[in-house]
């Protein structure tokens, strides 16, 4: 089993928001990242889909979307991003969710030794985008963070290893550390997968290492539209 990331997919099959308009990068990108799980994806391996999955604006039109990735192989594991607006009852969506798909919210999945617990997140401070009005949700967002790795915490036993599943990324331009980083510490969480980001002004570093955990962005026009080898 291997696992492997992407996020932002920002799908539209029932809506119009083609994502070209941003860039030659958006171009035909969803059947570039098509091929690549085809290329690389085996039945027993999973995917971690790092939230921004879908613009519809509500669950009947977002499965629309979430269908046309049922024929790839492998797990499909899902975040909320914050254009997931059709995100809303967590225990609907798993109930319509076709087979071999997971939704986390605020808790975690199990495949073998790996762990793989998600929340969406928020801006952290220090962002550019956070404002006073950010905390209260920033505050919110820890704790339920706290809960899907305290859900890991329950769940492992000698060998298995925590990997974190979140939208927005856990810390700043300067890398400094925010309330979820120390959670993750805290937790001794393995690999953390975020998205969130794009374009060329972006902090693209697609892989750090801070204090032991390797922290991995996967925004499909950061990745050059394909799917990341987590465990390579």
Known sequence: MKIYAISDLHMSTTSDKPMDIFGAKWHNYLEKIRADWQNKVADDDVVLIGGDISWAMDLDNALVDI??????????????????????????????????????????????????CGSRAWCVEGSPDFKESD??????????????????EKEREAGDEIYCLIHYPPFNVKRENSR?????????????????????????????????????????????????????
């Open 67 to 116: 269908r046309t990735l049922t024929d790839l192989k492998g797990k499909k594991v899902m975040v909320r991003g914050n254009h997931d607006y059709w995100w809303k009852s967590i225990s609907r969506i798993r109930n319509s969710l076709p087979p071999d798909f997971y939704a986390l919210q605020n808790d975690c999945v199990k495949f073998g030794n790996r762990i793989i």
């Open 135 to 152: 905390r209260k949700i920033y505050l919110r967002e820890v704790e339920r963070l706290r809960l899907a790795l305290k859900a890991a």
């Open 180 to 232: 979820f980083t120390d959670l993750f510490e805290d937790f001794g969480v393995k690999k953390v997968v975020y998205g969130h980001l794009h374009g060329k002004d972006s902090r693209t570093d697609l892989k750090i290492i801070k204090n032991g955990i390797e922290y991995y962005l996967t925004s499909c026009d950061q990745v050059d539209n394909k799917l990341i080898d987590i465990d390579g």
